[in-house]
């Protein structure tokens, strides 16, 4: 058996998953498509839960990779919660097939139950961590509000993914509003609501 099989399974589940919906597939049209047998699939993975689950947590590996890239980068604790504005965006374009699936995620298995979902829930968590961190760092530097971080964490973290869901839907581009212009928004918000 390859080494690579793994990868190969959970490249094609994806592509399979955004096309039919998790319920549309079945293990066996993942073997097929990826010219393994369903005895190959079970060595790897225990249901196809297990396989939608994994993918999850291979889209908030990357999502988190780009929240801690973009915050890095930036110096202020204002740039660094705005830059986690600018790491959805790229999530969005450069990993719509990761994006669509974790915006679909539990949504069509939710009286299944599922191993996987207290460590994603916990990923999710790591997520929100990094924003509440910089907007703790900003209170300790007179910057911001003595406000709740993780509070901060989840509305921004919110208005982020709506915005995106909306984008998704083609409301934004309705309404005429460019990422642009709502990621200048979303500065003006962040100082004014959360800077002193």
């Known amino acids: 058996m390859r080494k690579n099989n793994r990868q190969q399974i959970l490249d094609i ?4 998953f955004l096309e039919f919906g998790y319920n549309g597939i079945s293990i066996r049209n993942i073997a097929k498509r990826a010219k393994l047998t369903t005895g190959a699939i079970y060595f790897h993975f225990k249901n196809k839960k297990e396989i939608y689950s994994t993918i999850c947590l291979e889209a908030i590996n990357i999502l988190h990779k780009l929240f801690s890239e973009g915050m890095k980068a930036r110096k202020t604790p204002a740039q660094k919660l705005i830059s986690t504005y600018d790491s959805y965006l790229k999530f969005y374009y450069e990993y719509r097939d990761y994006y669509n699936i974790l915006t679909e995620y539990k949504a069509e298995y939710d009286d299944e139950p599922d191993t996987h979902k207290g460590e994603i829930q916990n990923q999710n968590i790591a997520l929100l961590e990094l924003m509440a961190t910089a907007f703790t760092d900003g209170v300790k530097k ?7 971080p993780k509070m901060v964490a989840f509305f921004l973290s919110a208005v982020a993914e709506g915005m995106l869901q909306f984008k998704k839907l083609g409301v ?16 003006v918000i962040v100082g004014q609501g959360i800077q002193k």
């Open 172 to 187: 934004m581009d309705a309404a005429g509003i460019s990422d642009k212009n709502f990621r200048e928004f979303m500065k």
């Open 142 to 148: 007179g910057d911001f509000k003595d406000l709740d």
């Open 13 to 16: 589940a994806r592509k399979l």
